[in-house]
């Protein structure tokens, strides 16, 4: 019997992203916009939502198993210092990449007075909100994601993905207690978060039959959401701060073109780019899709360990963990728009102030919350650090739905090189052949 042909994830969800863009354009030529989100949208919606319901349950399972699994505080010690250093360079490079090009090619040269003034009345009531709620951040005091860390109330923790921080603090706490109680006694709760955890996976196969579907509509809704009344706002978009767009884009092609790959290369046994990035793809377009780290993440464990070889033990480690603290997109977007903004003003930044900037965006970037638009409410603090006008960010709010999903995209990327980095130190690295990768694929 022949058997059946199946196309791979990744071109499924590049087909419903063409697709969706394509509808997205029609419908607002057409005059179509109403039938989109009515009719459309909503499949996007509740495919964002049943990405975030098990983004939880998994945090918790895979952390609690992939700690508890070591049985060893020493060797914990050395994969979570291992970890914690990489993704610090990696922010760290990030950055710097990101003001290397912006003061070469010095984009906020170009925009002129006009353009500056009406950015900023058209996102005057977004603009608002964001610096009120930076506002509370700061006021918080300097150690208030310290506080924010630790949960009073693990079931509420749990409700909300920008609280993804405080489960994290409870698994690890949880995955350290199961290694220091006897294990006939911690035995029993280890099976089942191994039970739960393979069971999400699972969860994870049936809810990516749903993905080209789901895409199609976030797509669509995306562009729809964008035009707004003024269906040529779109096109207004593609246009405005084109040079800005292109500099954060070079930033972010350079870490995946170039950066991660020669990692890969040094640390990882020469661990083959085409064959990292293909395993990886469905992922990362997830990313692109949804802006969102968390809402990937159930892919991104399931991708890092069905498909690059990495274990369970490193994969429950380091990709929950990244998927909060290790935003190199997110950086080194930051980086850039502080440089743009005060360009744009007529400032030029000194030395010490661009290093100022690596310093605080790197710590934002810890504390950023892994869903969309969370960069916006970071890159004021970190205008704040260098003394620049918190209004400045409506000069780049026009393009960022578009970079956000970008940026996220290299956060994901970064997230799964740092694993099988650190899978290849750990001697937990398989080595999955091309067949068994497209077994993989079934559910």
Same mark, same amino acid.
């Given at each position: 019997?022949?058997?059946?042909?199946?196309?791979?994830?990744?071109?499924?969800i590049?087909?419903?992203?063409?697709?969706?863009?394509?509808?997205?354009?029609l419908?607002i030529?057409?005059?179509?916009?109403?039938?989109?989100?009515?009719?459309?949208?909503?499949?996007?919606?509740i495919?964002m939502?049943?990405?975030?319901?098990?983004?939880?349950?998994?945090?918790?399972?895979s952390?609690?198993?992939?700690?508890?699994?070591?049985?060893?505080?020493?060797?914990?010690?050395?994969i979570?210092?291992?970890?914690?250093?990489?993704?610090?360079?990696?922010?760290?490079?990030?950055?710097?990449?990101?003001?290397?090009?912006?003061?070469?090619?010095?984009?906020?040269?170009?925009?002129?007075?006009?353009?500056?003034?009406?950015?900023?009345?058209?996102y005057?009531?977004?603009l608002?909100?964001?610096?009120?709620q930076?506002?509370q951040?700061?006021?918080?005091?300097?150690?208030?994601?310290?506080?924010?860390?630790?949960?009073?109330?693990?079931?509420?923790?749990?409700?909300?993905?920008?609280?993804?921080?405080?489960?994290?603090?409870?698994?690890?706490?949880?995955?350290?207690?199961?290694i220091?109680?006897?294990?006939?006694?911690?035995?029993?709760?280890?099976?089942?978060?191994?039970?739960?955890?393979?069971?999400?996976?699972?969860?994870?196969?049936?809810?990516?039959?749903?993905?080209?579907?789901?895409?199609?509509?976030?797509?669509?809704?995306?562009?729809?959401?964008?035009?707004?009344?003024?269906?040529?706002?779109?096109?207004?978009?593609?246009?405005?701060?084109?040079?800005?767009?292109?500099?954060?884009?070079?930033?972010?092609l350079?870490?995946?073109?170039?950066?991660?790959?020669?990692?890969?290369?040094?640390?990882?046994?020469?661990?083959?780019?085409?064959?990292?990035?293909?395993?990886?793809?469905?992922?990362?377009?997830?990313a692109?899709?949804?802006?969102?780290?968390?809402a990937?993440?159930?892919?991104?464990?399931?991708?890092?360990?069905?498909?690059?070889?990495?274990?369970?033990?490193?994969?429950?480690?380091?990709?929950?963990?990244?998927?909060?603290?290790?935003?190199?997109?997110?950086?080194?977007?930051?980086?850039?728009?502080?440089?743009f903004i005060?360009?744009?003003?007529?400032?030029?930044?000194?030395?010490?102030?661009?290093?100022?900037?690596?310093?605080?965006?790197?710590? +934002?970037? !810890?504390?950023?919350?892994?869903? #969309?638009?969370?960069? *916006?409410? =970071? /890159?004021?603090?970190?205008? &704040?650090?260098?003394?620049?006008?918190? +209004?400045? !960010?409506?000069?780049?709010?026009a #393009?960022?739905r578009? *970079?956000? =999903? /970008?940026?996220?995209?290299? &956060?994901?990327?970064?997230?799964?090189?740092?694993?099988?980095?650190?899978?290849?130190?750990?001697?937990?690295?398989?080595?999955?052949?091309?067949?068994?990768?497209?077994?993989?694929?079934?559910?």
């Amino acid at each position: 019997m022949k058997k059946k042909l199946r196309l791979p994830l990744y071109v499924q969800i590049l087909a419903g992203i063409f697709l969706g863009v394509l509808l997205g354009i029609l419908s607002i030529e057409m005059g179509f916009e109403t039938g989109i989100k009515n009719w459309i949208k909503p499949f996007g919606t509740i495919f964002m939502k049943l990405l975030k319901l098990i983004a939880m349950p998994l945090v918790l399972a895979s952390l609690v198993v992939g700690v508890s699994s070591i049985r060893n505080i020493q060797k914990l010690s050395r994969i979570g210092g291992r970890t914690f250093i990489i993704y610090i360079f990696t922010t760290i490079t990030a950055i710097s990449v990101g003001l290397l090009i912006v003061n070469i090619i010095q984009p906020g040269q170009s925009l002129s007075v006009e353009t500056r003034d009406t950015l900023r009345a058209k996102y005057a009531p977004d603009l608002d909100a964001k610096i009120n709620q930076t506002q509370q951040f700061q006021e918080s005091g300097p150690l208030k994601f310290l506080e924010d860390m630790v949960p009073d109330n693990i079931v509420a923790a749990a409700s909300d993905t920008r609280m993804m921080l405080q489960v994290i603090f409870f698994a690890l706490l949880l995955g350290v207690s199961l290694i220091l109680i006897p294990e006939n006694k911690s035995k029993p709760l280890i099976a089942f978060f191994n039970s739960l955890n393979e069971a999400i996976l699972k969860m994870v196969d049936i809810i990516m039959l749903f993905a080209p579907i789901g895409v199609m509509a976030l797509i669509a809704g995306v562009l729809v959401d964008i035009a707004g009344d003024d269906p040529s706002s779109v096109w207004q978009l593609l246009y405005s701060l084109l040079l800005y767009s292109i500099t954060v884009v070079l930033g972010l092609l350079a870490m995946l073109i170039f950066f991660y790959p020669t990692l890969l290369w040094i640390f990882a046994k020469r661990f083959s780019p085409i064959r990292f990035f293909k395993a990886i793809s469905p992922a990362q377009l997830m990313a692109f899709s949804t802006s969102s780290s968390a809402a990937t993440l159930p892919v991104t464990i399931e991708r890092a360990e069905q498909h690059l070889g990495v274990s369970k033990e490193v994969s429950g480690f380091v990709l929950p963990l990244g998927a909060t603290m290790n935003m190199d997109g997110t950086s080194l977007y930051q980086a850039v728009a502080a440089v743009f903004i005060a360009q744009a003003y007529g400032i030029d930044l000194s030395f010490t102030q661009q290093i100022t900037i690596i310093l605080t965006a790197t710590l +934002a970037s !810890i504390g950023s919350a892994a869903v #969309p638009g969370a960069g *916006l409410v =970071m /890159l004021i603090i970190v205008l &704040n650090s260098v003394g620049l006008d918190p +209004a400045g !960010i409506a000069l780049v709010m026009a #393009p960022d739905r578009l *970079l956000d =999903m /970008l940026r996220t995209t290299v &956060n994901v990327t970064s997230d799964c090189t740092v694993a099988t980095i650190v899978a290849s130190g750990e001697g937990q690295l398989k080595d999955i052949s091309t067949n068994q990768s497209l077994k993989n694929e079934e559910v």
